[in-house]
């Protein structure tokens, strides 16, 4: 391949071939020519002041070079082009940049800056856990080589970004046009102290997920701020680990995305927390076995804690403890079997965790792992993992959070409430029958206590929104999500004017509760005589106990109201969810009507205020479709499926 060097001096471009005749060399734009001048044999220099004469003003204007008798155009498919000095000269009005096009094409550009990607191949990054943790970061590029990069990591969920610069540590030429670049970046204190790692608490269940990106520079050239994805070559997930001045303590669990691109779980935890995690192994099973139960970490209100309040007063044979964060407002549930609380992320939940039989949760058993690695992986898959649920399945598709396809490693023994419930968590989530329980949920025992009519007549005016949440809205800033057809639906809802005039006038008391998922858009609700309430606050348990009637749109809480016997309304203004399920007709089973307009629902509310039974059509769904047994005896079985389970252990 000839080569070509180009370079500036004196206010002009020059192009140089040592044994190429670019013959009639030129450039033109919208009909215009203007050739080059021959400075001397094999040497073609134009002045930045011609080509400014082919550029339009105030327009992002190119002007092409070409040669021969036809418009041959000088590329680096068909030459080696080697640039020798800056390719770029100020002019009166813009700067005029000598670059490659996106086809490798040289040309002249003002009014825009060359694009990144013309001069970008690859981008990979090597983990290595050796000595100091560090990426090896390999850039191919062509037309130019590398001096500094910036290193970006992003935080998935919030779109926060760090920005670091790496100058270069080698380069190499390893085709003609073609340059290996490779920098280093350490996880060393100095970058462990930033925001993006110090915002991190330490004791709450926070599992950063980082991708990473880089953006390229050169010397020679300014460039777009276009940033490239880091791929890389790993094959299996790796793990660092680095420590801040005995402070705290960074894991990060590198892995390859589907698309082959590098990401990371980052757990940021106590400095002493992660001594005993270096050291911790899984163990074999103690004389008397050990159960930790758990919900979301910061939660202790759902079937976890039903079903360990029933093992604290019921059990003598198994060791159980109650996982949750130490700052929790939930602590005070928990205030009788203060000696059982295990606080998250702190050296005794590694050493249990590391010892225990048994996971069992009402959510994704992962939120009993003191943090997220591949040793923490191996030790739940390890466990015998018990899926409380923490609602009756209704709408929404749940393969790709616990179905056994997605995710075969992470339960067990799936309870369930009914044989329609069993049915679908076979053939939907893809169980054997041997792994579903019917039981009914842990949190059923006391829901059903004190049902009689008499108490649900004295709630009837007492009213419960409670709505599901929107699969990616969690992720929406306060303006786009006042912009959802959720926000403005709910909010028309409850300053409708007829359910207003009705809350004064009739003394209704109404309680609106947002998903745990939605709980950060709390303040943006308003409207007079209406509790918009605190999660913390409140149990959901509590809460439908406490009311009459209750609106709800997709969440399974509707169904736990209707076992009541107390009337529940469906407002569906949507046609359906993203996550929603496909094989069962809804109706087949929802114990309330469904409404699409929200004065209709206010009327069939009002109605529902001077008699709050459950209509006989919807009564006759109870036990057939929702909960078999229909008693106050759910956690009772449950711990025969544990005792059955550890007598074949």
Known sequence: MENITVYIKNQSFYIESASFELNNLRIENNNQVLPFENEAPNCWKISVDNVTELL????????????????????????????????????????????????NKLRFMWNQVPSARAYHLSSEAIVSSEGAPHLKLEVQTKHLSLKTIDFIMVNRDTKEQIIFPITINKTSQKT???????????F?????????FKNINLYHYEVTIVDFFIRIKSDLLPLTDYRFRLASPLEEPIEVYSSYKKESAFVGHFYVTPLGNLSARYNMIPYETSQVYLDAAPTKRTEKPIVLLFEYPYKAQDNALAFFNYLMKNDTFFDVYYVIEKESSDFKNLADYSERIVEFRSPEHVKLFFKASYLISSHTPSYGMPLFSSKTIEKRNDAHTIFLQHGIIAYRNLEPLYGKKTNPDLIDTFIVSSQREKDLVHAELFYPDSAIKITGLAR?????????FWHSYRRRKRILIMPSWRKGQEHLSEEAFKKTAYFKEFQALLTNELFQES??????????????NFRKYRHLFY??????????????????????IMVTDFSSVGLDFALQKRPVFYYQFEEDISDQRAFEKISSFLPGPVYTNSDELVLAILQKTRKNTISKEYRQLLKKNLYTHMDTHSCERIYQVLRDIDLQN
């Open 444 to 452: 059923f025992d006391r829901l059903l206590k004190n049902t009689t």
């Open 188 to 196: 060393d204190e100095q970058i462990l102290s930033t925001s993006f």
């Open 56 to 103: 339009e003003p105030n327009q992002e204007s190119r002007a092409f070079i070409y040669y021969g008798e036809v418009k041959n155009q000088i590329s680096s498919d068909d030459f080696n082009i080697i640039v020798k000095s800056q390719l770029f000269l100020e002019t009166n009005t813009h700067p005029i940049y000598l670059y490659f096009s996106l086809d």
């Open 503 to 516: 809350i004064e006038k009739l003394g209704l008391k109404v309680s609106f509760y947002l998903h745990n």
């Open 527 to 548: 409207a007079p005589g209406i509790n918009i309430l605190k999660s913390e606050s409140n149990t959901i348990q509590d809460l439908m106990k406490e009311h009459g």
């Open 176 to 186: 003609d046009n073609i340059f290996l670049n490779t920098f280093l970046f350490n």
